[in-house]
T-cell receptor
Framework: EDKVVQSPLSLVVHEGDTVTLNCSYE??????LLWYKQEKKAPTFLFML????IEKKSGRLSSILDKKELSSILNITATQTGDSAIYLC??????????FGAGTRLTVKP | DVKVTQSSRYLVKRTGEKVFLECVQD?????MFWYRQDPGLGLRLIYF???????EKGDIPEGYSVSREKKERFSLILESASTNQTSMYLC?????????????FGPGTRLTVT
């Protein structure tokens, strides 16, 4: 059965710290991996990754996919309290299925 | 384990048909959500409901309506399906008082309107 596993489930850091969130997957017919930030009603789209080894960056956030290891990481540098949220990883397959991980709850303390 | 189920995984409908997408959750969650997911656009919120018979519009409610007659069930209705509503539809639920809290997602319904 397809599955997406995120780790850690929760994380507490202080402002200025750098964090790395992990997502591993076991799916058939992988198409893409997506990262979302969930803090209000709807998750906010962060990145879509389809190719291995190519880093995507947006400000202090970056992400990379490793298709050999079936995993992805999301890095946040110089964290701020506004980064506190649940970060969701989802994998889309060529069969047009989507599987979400349980999320990582990040808390950034002042 | 929280379970959110959606009535269909794949659906093909014709333009102008009325379409019902059903979502059921078994964890007594107050909040339920309907999203659509399109390539490159991420998740977009269509409607959400925080209680039976209560509903609020999300970011893209046009062309959709919803129904929440029972706490565990949230239906998305396309009154007259159009080709631009071809998409992946995801339902989610969460506990009341935690709009920023964990949302549990269903497996999705891939709708194709021809």
């Amino acid at each position: 059965e397809d599955k997406v596993v995120q780790s850690p489930l929760s994380l507490v850091v202080h402002e200025g710290d750098t964090v790395t969130l992990n997502c591993s997957y076991e799916v058939t017919n992988f198409r893409s991996l997506l990262w979302y930030k969930q803090e209000k009603k709807a998750p906010t789209f962060l990145f879509m990754l389809t190719s291995s080894g190519i880093e995507k960056k947006s400000g202090r956030l970056s992400s990379i996919l490793d298709k050999k290891e079936l995993s992805s990481i999301l890095n946040i540098t110089a964290t701020q309290t506004g980064d506190s949220a649940i970060y969701l990883c989802a994998v889309e397959t060529l069969n047009n299925d989507m599987r979400f991980g349980a999320g990582t709850r990040l808390t950034v303390k002042p | 384990d929280v379970k959110v189920t959606q009535s269909s995984r794949y659906l093909v409908k014709r333009t102008g048909e009325k379409v019902f997408l059903e979502c059921v959750q078994d964890m007594d969650h107050e909040n339920m959500f309907w999203y659509r997911q399109d390539p490159g656009l991420g998740l977009r919120l269509i409607y959400f409901s925080y209680d039976v018979k209560m509903k609020e519009k999300g970011d893209i409610p046009e062309g959709y309506s919803v129904s929440r007659e029972k706490k565990e069930r949230f239906s998305l209705i396309l009154e007259s399906a159009s080709t631009n509503q071809t998409s992946m539809y995801l339902c989610a639920s969460s506990l009341w008082g935690e709009p920023a809290g964990e949302q549990y997602f269903g497996p999705g319904t891939r709708l194709t309107v021809t």
